[in-house]
Each structure stands twice: as C-alpha cells, then as structure tokens.
C-alpha cells in the first residue's frame, strides 16, 4: 500500500471581526476583509451566514477563531448582536483561547470606556430596554470595560483608511506568525492525523497533542534544528518511518 499526505485547505476562521454591520459593513469593513484575503488570511464576517440563523452559530465561529478584531463605531452599541459577540469575544480571551485588537473607528477609546456621547446614551437604551435581563446588561458593561482597555488601534478623522487597513493587516499577520496556523495533515497509514503548526516564514513544529508515544517509537520528532528546513523537509523526515512500514 502506497502512503500519502498532503496539506488540506484550512477550514478554520483564523479572525472573526465583530462591528456594528449597518454601519460599516460595506465601507471600512469591506476593505479591510478584502485585505486580509489578500494577505491569505481566513476571514469571517456574519454576512457571511445563512439569513435566519441565530446567534449560537456566530457564537461557534468565534470558538474557531484564533484572533477577535472588534470594531468600536459610533453606532456599534445599537446592536445587541454587537454586544451578545464581544461577551462571548471576552470570555474566550479570559480563557486564553482568543487574542482581540480593539479598533476605534472615528471614536475615541475614552468614549467607549466611559460610555460617553451617543455611544453611551446608545448603550443607555439597551440597558433600559432589557432592564428586566440584569445579568444580561451587566455582562455588556463588563466586556465592553474589558475590551476597550486593551491595547487597539485608533481611526480619526485625520488618519487615511488605506494606511490604516495596512496597519490592521499587519499587526494580524503579527500575531498568527506568533500563535502559529493549524493545518491538518491526513496520514494514511492507519488514518491518524496529526496537527502542524505552521509559521509565516514555513517553519514548522509539532502539535503532540496525540500519538506522541507512536511517534517516538516509529519517528523522530522534529526538533529546533529541523525547523530551518522547512515544512515539506520535517514532513519528510517525522513521517518516513511511517512510510516505510506502509509499503510492507
């Protein structure tokens, strides 16, 4: 029996960006998505489900998600859905599972953190309206303290969107370099699989999240030194052993 492994195509949402959609969906945010594609980088935006679909699904694609871009607008608390997103965004940073860059698009990071101006008096009204949902409204108010303190990105009236979108996609790029890409690697011997984790340079290391006692004793794992030769090289060398084998 012949062996094979090849890279699948990634299918998880590396960044999910969470923005008030009426209002910049089809501006500021529209280019920055166009953006990060060209960058190769795996995108989501709600536009992007199924109409009718409830919030449990955005929620799973935040779950996916390695990188929250949360865009604070003038009109971004409106929207319940904004604010049902960026809880969910701030509980999966709490758990170390999600990295958030605030971005301030033409509002200033004091007003968001201070609920002041129509943003506040905006968020004013939703606590008023789900008055009888305290817990709900509370946890608002929290992820939106939480957020907004972290170190973003600021748009004024004075900045050019282009260079700012160039901003934004660079400090992405940044942090997946950093955390690493998952893309998965069938193996056919058996059908296990393993996770690489794949740098922007196409450097590699193991994930030995499974099997590692089957790979210590068929392979070797690719250690520091390997790393240099890049992907398609440490592929070759942890898998030959498995490779061998399946042609007997």
């Known amino acids: 029996m012949e062996a094979s492994s090849r890279l699948l195509p990634r299918t998880k949402h590396l960044v ?3 923005f008030r959609g009426e209002e910049l969906r089809f501006g500021f945010v529209s280019h920055l998505v166009e953006a990060l594609q060209r960058h190769g980088i795996n995108v989501f935006i ?3 489900e199924r109409k009718g679909e409830d919030l449990t699904n955005l929620f ?3 779950e996916e998600s390695t990188i929250a871009l949360v865009i ?3 009109r971004y608390t409106e929207s319940i859905w904004c604010l049902d997103e960026l809880v969910k965004i701030k509980e999966r940073a709490d758990q170390g599972l999600l990295k958030v860059i605030p971005i301030f698009f033409k509002v200033e990071p004091v007003t968001v953190k201070q609920l002041r101006g129509a943003f506040g008096d905006q968020f004013r009204d939703r606590e008023w309206e789900y008055r009888c949902d305290k817990q709900r ?3 608002w108010k929290e992820a939106l303290a939480s957020v907004s303190c972290k ?3 600021t748009f004024d009236k004075k900045s050019n969107e282009s260079t700012f979108v160039t901003i934004i996609v660079k400090e992405v790029e940044s942090m997946l370099q950093q955390h690493g890409n998952s893309v998965v690697i069938p193996f056919s011997g058996g059908g296990q699989f393993m996770n690489f984790l794949e ?7 193991v ?3 499974t099997n590692s006692d089957l790979l210590h004793e068929k392979g070797r794992i690719v250690d520091e030194e390997d790393r240099p030769l890049g992907l398609f090289t440490a592929l070759v060398k942890l898998f030959s052993p498995f490779l061998d084998i399946c042609k007997h």
């Open 72 to 74: 604070f607008s003038r």
């Open 207 to 209: 994930d030995l999240s």
């Open 60 to 62: 799973v694609r935040i």
């Open 199 to 205: 740098s922007g340079q196409g450097q590699g290391q």
């Open 16 to 18: 999910f960006v969470n």
């Open 137 to 139: 409204t509370e946890r």
């Open 46 to 48: 709600d536009m992007f």
């Open 151 to 153: 170190i973003g990105l």
